[in-house]
């Protein structure tokens, strides 16, 4: 199993978007500052998450959400 996984930095509010086979190991891996993008800018929190058979379909979503170009698009998944 895949996810795409969205979280939430507590300090500035900004959300990162990734894709992983393990969710609870890759949130470990960004709170502890092992991600270029998510480094000194947490705690992060996962504010939504997806389940996909295959990596191809993961990243297919990842990629579509990442292109929504206004933050309003996002929150809509999280209710």
């Known amino acids: 199993m895949f ?4 979280i939430e930095s507590t300090l ?3 959300y990162y978007i990734g894709c ?3 969710i609870n190991r890759r ?3 960004h709170n502890k500052g092992l991600s ?3 480094r000194n800018k947490g705690p992060w929190v996962l504010k939504y998450s997806e389940e996909y058979g295959n990596l191809s379909e ?3 979503r990842e990629k579509q ?6 933050r309003k ?4 998944l999280f209710k």
């Open 27 to 29: 949130l470990i891996d």
């Open 65 to 70: 959400i990442k292109s929504w170009k206004k």
């Open 20 to 22: 992983t086979d393990n």
């Open 58 to 60: 993961a990243r297919k």
């Open 36 to 38: 270029k993008y998510t």
């Open 3 to 6: 996810f795409i996984y969205i």
């Open 73 to 76: 698009y996002i929150k809509k």
């Open 12 to 14: 500035s509010g900004k």
